[in-house]
């Protein structure tokens, strides 16, 4: 059955992230030949309408108010609540980004509905919604359906491929307004903290090290390697607890999730609370002195060497590659 499928567009620095566009491709599955409806929240939100609208959505809801500016749990909760109101859909897809997380519980609760978070995957079998996704660290995967009310779940970045874009597609844009009171947050400033480069969850490289790079300086040829390949520069939690990197870098259980498609682990040992952050990824290269590295188990490729020795080796021979193409 065509169902109606609201998705909440996420804008950072002014430009929607990636997951956004992956969002619209997993509510097309859902919908089933209904409509998707995109959602931006924030200011100066309508010269990403059609953006929207290009990767699949059919037409677009916006909201511009001060108090959306920045995400408050608050001030989104009562905005999305009221257009989600308005419309009436049957689902509801967000990414399982940081905001993804805190808001989509809020809503299911005020909803009294059913959420399926973190899915890598959808499908439709007759009149049900397959969602797949990971459990136990990644070890296995489940697939949940919603029986009874709104269609709701997060999706985790850089797993369902997005729509091709289309500039021809049009679709309209209607701003709404929205009541937003009794805030008990209120943002007077953002301070960044950031490394700078791609964003983690949504890079398609990633060159990660762990305690094996001895020192703040071993991530210099890590960094090298990740630039040569247009890619993101991650660690593991032993490196960040040794003060080489900052712990905005780290990935595994208590860090980011993510899924590139080439993982390179450099003195990554593969303790189970790393592997559990990244083993998804498509292709995963280890490099570590010691043979007997649980890292290599889930490796596609491994290279048994000193990681200050294979790297440099390696950022050359795709430098050549690159010059050559």
Known sequence: MAKKVVVLG???????????????????????????????????????????????????????????????????????????????PEGLILGH?????????????KLKSGLISDAVSVEVAGEEVLFTRPIYSGKAFEKKVIQDGIVFATIRPNNIAPLEKDESRSGEVREVNVDIKDLRTVIKDIVRKTTGGIDLSEAKVIVSGGRGVKSADGFKPIQELADVLGGAVGASRGACDADYCDYSLQIGQTGKVVTPDLYIACGISGAIQHVAGMSNAKVIVAINKDPEAPIFNIADYGIVGDLFEVLPLITEEFKKVAVNS
């Open 97 to 109: 980004t940081a905001i993804g997380k805190d808001i989509s519980p809020r809503i299911a609760a």
């Open 10 to 88: 996420e804008i950072r620095n002014g430009e929607l992230r990636a997951v956004s566009y992956e969002a619209i491709a997993a509510a097309k599955e859902v919908a089933n030949g209904g409509e998707v409806v995109g959602l931006l929240l924030g200011e100066n939100v309508n010269i990403l309408a059609n953006e929207i609208i290009h990767y699949g959505a059919d037409r677009v809801i916006t909201v511009e108010h001060p108090d959306l500016r920045a995400y408050t749990p608050d001030a989104f909760l009562q905005a999305i609540l009221q257009v989600l109101d308005a419309e009436k």
